[in-house]
């Protein structure tokens, strides 16, 4: 199957602070990724949808300015979580198309202090 | 809104014995239907696919689907304990043309008891 690779894999950050993850297609193009927060023992949640070249698509009640998502080459999305706070503690996970499935990064283990 | 529906479960097998898990769908239109599996702190995993009627074999895993009754499933044989893992079904809601989105069932936990 298609890699998408998700850096850094765990971060720990101060509250206030802003932290950015990085998500890329390895051995394909995508056009489109999208961005998961997951807290513990509950269920992927869609945050939002990366499109390279143009804003990013958000779900309801995901905060478009604490959650910046850039896409700016056909290989690459980074989610930056701005002012982050402690309930913004989760596991991110990013995944791209490869029509017609999609696959996922390693996901990001973020703890803010 | 389309959706897809997983019972949370858990579900408990003995180990050997055959897993059965199930997905049912909301969008008559889907073509495209997956199975992810996820360890307890790691991203989900791809193992099966399936885009037509009928079964879909692939080692101990079948995936099978009746787009009629709008349902998937997933067998597993010979059950092994690796096998305890949240199992997700995907489907792909086809939100327009030239786009292509995954909607998640919320994904049912199996344990394989040794």
Known sequence: ?113 | QKEVEQNSGPLSVPEGAIASLNCTYSDRGSQSFFWYRQYSGKSPELIMSIYSNGDKEDGRFTAQLNKASQYVSLLIRDSQPSDSATYLCAVNIGTGAGSYQLTFGKGTKLSVIP
């Open chain 1, 1 to 113: 199957g298609a890699v998408v690779s998700q850096h850094p894999s765990r971060v720990i950050c101060k509250s206030g602070t802003s932290v950015k993850i990085e998500c890329r297609s390895l051995d394909f193009q995508a056009t489109t990724m999208f961005w998961y927060r997951q807290f513990p023992k509950q269920s992927l949640m869609l945050m939002a949808t990366s499109n390279e070249g143009s804003k990013a698509t958000y779900e309801q009640g995901v905060e478009k300015d604490k959650f910046l998502i850039n896409h700016a080459s056909l290989t690459l999305s980074t989610l930056t979580v701005t002012s982050a706070h402690p309930e913004d503690s989760s596991f991110y996970i990013c995944s791209a198309n490869y029509v017609p499935e999609a696959f996922f990064g390693q996901g990001t283990r973020l703890t803010v202090v």
